[in-house]
């Protein structure tokens, strides 16, 4: 290998692809069977952290950055003036074998710029899976991005080599794509989605007949949309998560928040903050609806289009439905618990197990580990006179709010302070 | 009168077995464990030491067992490898009350010992995951991946397999250079071995040539993957502590 033209190509190929958001390397089932190289059974690994703070599992990296498209948002965009690279087929069979073998990785997450066309890039993608399971025998997590009008056939090969498929529907509405990525159509992006939700379940049918039956996308796919580049409402955003969520069974939606990089006047301008307190409450309804048992819409409707910057979106839901509370946490329901304001899932399940020991006042939660900072309003405990039901709700508001540390604080005040 | 008894043990977990033996066997209330090795304090304790025996340790053990469920199996040899100092009494407190008890204990995440070893339990899984993680392998002339490695806690047990598993078709030692003994893995089985002297992580003369190379690419992927304004520094640190940096490539 010519290490210094490698070294160039890796600098250029992972800064273009580090906006794609997913590094999630669970969920598959593939196991080291045949003494080979990986495994990608079961929870997924972060070997290290950006600076930025997030998640390094994968590497993730284009084949090339040449692309035929126009995307306004994208920095491999055709009309942008940047310096341009591809790896060839063993080029990137080499780094992950080589990365993966030093347990830098839990696998490859790999997407490309469009040349030529759909299919010939497609191509190229899927043999580089190929090449990885069957003459490496690697085991190892594989991310394809499916390019947006791949055909069914090579959809299909794509499945049977990577665990996890994703088309990124780019932006949450129709009418945001055909401002901002004239050259794309929300049809080529659900016609592979739905190629790839019909073959899973053909192969989970398979596989009661036969446990040969080979993995076919065991991770199931994902989509990411960008937020903040082109207007949309927090509803928009949401319901189309549910639509996709709903309709093609994804395992996950990504939300992006858009990173000003173009000058282009249809976006924000360079400088503008990243939205990153907003991405963060659109994961957090995210979670809600597929764990907490909400539904999108209780969050977010056309009376609360937006979800609330300053506090996370189940205390915005609890304030405004002072009827449901207070939950008693000995006698309630675990879905009821699920909606307490500052209990999450694993302490839910916590007060249920420890409350037929006795009766839980608000110091066994304590004990428990349970932060009751935020909770304590919203619950009965066998303490005598905790709940301080006799408050209006913006009183709540209030003290649930000065008591409030969150990671978010400052960059909340300082992105308030905008409007 | 309860005279405080110290019961010195090897700080092998039969050992340990064995101090629980010789509670129940002479009915001692008022005790304090410790390793061979640690200090004693106690001027007017009564000091006994505790001689490992195989047989009693198998019937305190299989005692254990008959009580226990597999969460509190668990916890019993999690907590030991935490070999944090004293936590040899709330594993005892724990057995105590497992056997005490006629119902299942594990679920009373309120009672002070249950929690505690939860505590514990979850301190340890998380080292453990870490390493998983944090294991950076360097490849060695003679073709062996090495990695060295400082874990809080005697985590080494808890990550064979993973390992075994994962790199079935390689040579690896993973060593943990605070208690001076690693895994070897030959492509067939992984055992326990001492190092004379244990390679230091920037040693570039046992290394392969390729072995730097790639060190260059793996940290020039992880300086472009970041995205500067979205900068977050504490985040940073919170999920990778200053503490593990001196073995991780990306840091050196």
């Known amino acids: 290998m010519n290490w210094e033209k490698i070294v160039d190509k890796l600098s250029i190929l992972s800064d273009a692809a580090k906006y794609d958001v997913s590094c999630a390397s669970s969920g598959s089932k593939r196991s080291n069977t045949n003494k080979g190289l990986g495994d990608a059974r079961g929870m997924g690994i972060c070997h290290t952290y950006t600076e930025d703070g997030r998640c390094v599992s994968l590497l993730k990296i284009l084949l090339t950055n040449h692309c035929i498209f126009d995307c306004a948002y994208c920095t491999s965009r055709k009309s942008n003036d940047i310096k341009r690279a591809a790896f060839t087929v063993q080029e990137v069979v080499d780094l992950t074998i080589n990365f993966y073998r030093r347990n830098y990785i839990e696998g490859l997450f790999l997407s490309s710029g469009i040349f030529k066309d759909a299919d010939f890039t497609m191509e190229r993608l899927v043999s580089i899976a190929k090449k990885l399971r069957t003459e490496h025998k690697f085991n190892g997590y594989i991310h394809l991005k499916a390019i947006p009008g ?234 005598p006179m905790n709940f301080q039901a006799e408050l209006p709700s913006k009183g709540i508001e209030q003290l649930v709010l000065s008591n409030y540390h969150g990671k978010y604080k400052n960059i909340v005040q300082q992105q308030l302070s905008l409007f | 009168m309860n005279l405080l008894k110290i019961l010195i043990y090897d700080g092998s977990f039969e050992g340990l077995l064995c101090c629980i033996f010789r509670i129940y066997e002479q009915k001692i209330l008022v005790f304090k464990i410790v390793k061979k090795n640690e200090p004693l304090s106690d001027l007017f304790a009564e000091n006994i030491e505790i001689h490992t025996d195989e047989v009693r340790a198998q019937r305190v053990w299989s005692g254990i067992q008959r009580k226990a469920g597999k969460i509190s199996i668990e916890r019993i040899l999690m907590a030991f490898l935490s070999e944090i100092q004293g936590e040899e009494h709330t594993i005892i407190r724990y057995v105590q009350y497992l056997i005490d008890s006629k119902r299942n204990i594990e679920d009373n995440l309120s009672h002070p010992v249950v929690q505690r070893l939860q505590d514990v339990v979850k301190m340890v899984n998380r080292e453990r995951h870490r390493m998983k993680a944090f294991v950076r392998f360097q490849l060695l002339t003679d073709g062996i991946y090495y990695s060295g490695i400082e874990p809080d806690f005697n985590v080494l047990p808890l990550i064979k397999d993973h390992f075994a598993h994962r790199y079935a078709d390689q040579q690896w030692i993973i060593y943990d250079l605070r208690r001076n003994y690693g895994l070897y893995y030959d492509l067939k089985t992984v055992s326990e071995m001492e190092l004379e002297i244990a390679p230091k992580a920037n040693a570039n003369n046992i290394f392969q040539e390729e072995e730097i190379l790639y060190q260059e690419l793996w940290k020039k992927y992880f300086k472009h993957t970041n995205i500067e304004s979205r900068k977050n520094t504490a985040l940073h640190i919170r999920h990778v502590p200053k503490r593990y940096w001196k073995y991780l490539t990306e840091k050196m």
């Open chain 1, 150 to 383: 791949a055909s069914k056939e090579l959809m299909n090969l794509a499945a049977l080599y990577a665990d996890r498929l994703s088309v990124n529907i780019e932006l949450p509405t129709i009418e945001g794509l055909k401002e901002l990525a004239p050259d794309k159509n929300r049809a080529d992006m659900e016609r592979p989605m739905n190629d790839l939700k019909t073959g899973i379940q053909i192969y989970k049918e398979e596989k009661k007949k036969s446990r040969f039956t080979p993995l076919f996308a065991p991770a199931g796919q994902s989509t990411q949309m960008v937020v903040g580049a082109s207007g949309e409402s927090d509803m928009q955003i949401l319901y189309t998560a549910k639509y996709f969520y709903q309709k093609y069974h994804l395992k996950r939606v990504y939300y992006s928040g858009y990173v000003p990089i173009s000058t282009d006047t249809r976006l924000p301008a360079i400088g503008t903050a990243v939205p990153m307190v907003r991405e963060n409450r659109l994961y957090q309804t995210d979670w809600l609806v597929r764990f907490y048992g909400f539904k999108v819409e209780e969050i977010v409707n056309p009376n609360f289009p937006d979800l609330e910057l300053d506090k996370d979106p189940k205390l915005a839901w609890a304030l405004r439905h002072p009827e449901f509370f207070p939950v008693d946490i000995n006698t309630a329901e675990l879905w009821k618990i699920y909606r307490v304001p500052g209990i999450g899932v694993q302490s839910a399940l916590k007060i249920v197990k420890a409350r037929n020991f006795q009766k839980l006042r608000l110091d066994h939660l304590k004990q428990l580990g349970i932060a009751t900072n935020r909770a304590q309003y919203f619950i009965r405990t066998a303490s």
